[in-house]
């Protein structure tokens, strides 16, 4: 289930709306002033895991040892 960022065009807000079905966006409200006046925003993408240092959680998952 996408969760979309969309900027009022009434008030300036920005706010983010699960979206279950594609006609439900056509519904989309901003919840500061009631507006459907508004615009999906382009996502910036979730950060990578970063490497080396860190925990342990952090690396590559174990392995699953040897085969045959």
Do not use: H
């Amino acid at each position: 289930m996408p969760i979309y960022e969309y900027a009022c065009a009434a008030c300036d807000a920005a706010f983010e709306t699960l979206i279950l079905r594609k006609s439900d966006e056509a519904e989309v409200e901003c919840p500061t002033c009631g507006s459907r006046r508004v615009k999906r925003q382009m996502s910036r993408p979730a950060a990578s895991r970063a490497r080396g240092g860190g925990s342990a959680s952090s690396g590559p998952p174990p392995n699953c040892g040897p085969i045959g």
